[in-house]
């Protein structure tokens, strides 16, 4: 890449803040990295809509962002959007596109108990993709599935600032323990970029001894492996957030964004 190229950003995508648990480990690996995190906060959150809505829509979205910051790479940061859009973003844009898909081949090699919950958007758990990865990884494990807006709704809190009752994410964590054979469940795949946001919240809700996996390090070695030997700035990176709705809640979430890096917030 010549020097002008140095500077294009990796641009990640995604209904809200989820992302930043993918943005998190690419900044280890990829320190010098300018950073776009493009969140579509006019059409959050993605796990109710239906899949004709987040197909029209993300292609659309990542088209004028495309066209606008020109990035050296796109991160579908979002695992509702990978599963349903993914195909058809890769074939309208002319760069290269890395999605999120629900990490079901690391949690059925760490369970012991053969019984795995993912835990997703209601629009992620319900894809035929699932079947597929659950089919092809863990073939012989029990996969119970469990989708909660809920749990979104408590990572955009937390990160704007707010104080979440321990209550509600023992409530989730039953749509999936309180199935049939869902007591013997000993990892938990997190099929949304949010839910590792609230990793820590998740994990004190949970029974003693059950393990959580997301897909981010994985994402970001694959990151990394993509853009192997390309120049990146001399100097220190200018990481910004753009919003499709830029308001007062988008606002408030300056003081999250600055703890990832991300000092510019504009909106699309």
């Not at 408030?252 to 909106?267: C, K, N, S, V």
Request: glycine share 10%; net charge neutral; aromatic share 6%.
């Amino acid at each position: 890449m010549d020097a002008a190229m140095d500077d294009a950003p990796i641009l990640f995508f995604d209904s809200g803040v989820g992302g930043l648990s993918v943005v998190a480990p690419t900044r280890v690996l990829l320190p010098r990295a300018p950073i776009v995190y493009a969140a579509d906060s006019a059409g959050f959150p993605y796990g109710i809509k239906s899949e004709a809505e987040i197909a029209a829509r993300v292609p659309a979205l990542l088209g004028r962002l495309v066209e606008r910051y020109r990035p050296r790479l796109v991160v579908i940061a979002c695992n509702t959007a990978s599963t349903i859009a993914l195909p058809v973003v890769r074939a309208a844009l002319d760069v290269p596109v890395v999605g999120t898909v629900p990490a079901i081949k690391p949690a059925a090699a760490l369970s012991r108990s053969r019984v795995i919950g993912v835990l997703g958007t209601e629009a992620t758990v319900r894809q035929a993709y699932v079947d597929d990865l659950a089919a092809r990884f863990a073939g012989d494990c029990t996969v119970l599935r469990h989708g909660s807006a809920e749990l979104v709704r408590l990572a955009e809190a937390k990160l704007a600032g707010a104080t979440t009752d321990p209550a509600r994410y023992r409530a989730v964590l039953g749509g999936l323990f309180d199935q049939p054979e869902g007591a013997r469940i000993d990892v938990i795949v997190n099929a949304c970029t949010h839910f590792p946001l609230v990793a820590a919240e998740l994990a004190a809700a949970a029974p003693a001894g059950v393990h959580f996996v997301d897909g981010g390090p994985g994402i970001a070695r694959r990151i990394a492996f993509l853009t192997e030997g390309q120049g990146w700035p001399a100097g220190e990176s200018v990481h910004r957030a753009v919003f499709t709705r830029l308001g007062d809640a988008e606002r408030a979430l300056a003081p999250a964004l600055a703890d990832y890096g991300i000092g510019t917030i504009e909106g699309l």
